[in-house]
């Protein structure tokens, strides 16, 4: 049903689904112009004639980091971008990821540290594995200000499994680098659960307290 529906778009609307696809089920008209190589005011058109055949809707307008308007789109199925995607070639699909990954990253400019998931999710997929994971070691920074002790666990995790993937000369600084990170996010969570068990001990010892107090005589 999916590619019925698609074949009978034109050649250029099927392409901007495809490189859509890969940035995710939503994406920023900007970067998908970008990636495509095309202007932006030419490509409303493109846009308005997925609108009008219901694949894609407008959600917002968004001021990007580096101060560039765009219009947030979302497939109006997850459908069509999981079957869109899965019908491109993987060296294919790789090289669409790494290239979003530099989008996004350019875009994003001094606020990239902060949007550091996505961007690794990109170059993971995209097979950069020395940007993957240094944007992974960012998100994981990012979750371990927030005390999301797991999700920063799954970010070094994932990082740690890149490392092998680096020059030789590089692996042991990182993988140690890593290893100190995941410690002290873990570290924190331990003090935070100690911390909340000492709360809670002194509370039920503050009830016993007062349980065991004895009643004053009436008068």
């Known amino acids: 049903m999916v590619r019925r529906r698609l074949a009978s778009l034109t050649p250029a609307c099927r392409e901007a689904l495809q490189h859509a696809s890969v ?20 490509f409303e058109e493109r846009l308005a004639e997925l609108q009008r055949v219901r694949l894609l809707r407008a959600v917002a307008e968004e001021e990007l980091p580096d101060g560039r308007l765009a219009t947030r789109f979302r497939f109006t199925n997850a459908l069509y971008a999981e079957v869109i995607y ?3 070639l993987a060296q294919r699909r790789a090289a669409l990821h790494r290239r979003v990954g530099e989008l996004l990253e350019q875009h994003s400019g001094d ?9 690794a999710l990109h170059f993971e997929r995209g097979r950069d594995a020395a940007r993957a994971l240094r944007y992974l070691s960012h998100a994981g920074d990012n979750a371990t200000r927030l005390c999301a002790s797991q999700e920063a666990d799954r970010h070094y995790a994932a990082a740690q499994a890149l490392v092998e993937r680096l020059p030789p000369e590089e692996r042991k600084t990182l993988s140690l680098e890593l290893l100190r990170k995941r410690g002290l996010a873990n570290l924190a969570v331990a003090r935070l659960r100690a911390g909340g068990r000492d709360v809670h001990d002194a509370a039920r010892g503050g009830g016993r307290r007062r349980a065991s107090r004895p009643s004053r005589a009436r008068r």
């Open 111 to 119: 606020a990239a540290a902060r949007n550091a998931a996505q961007i």
């Open 23 to 42: 940035i995710g089920r939503e994406f920023h008209s900007t970067v998908l112009a970008d990636l495509l190589g095309v202007d932006d005011a030419a």
């Open 86 to 88: 899965e019908d491109l």
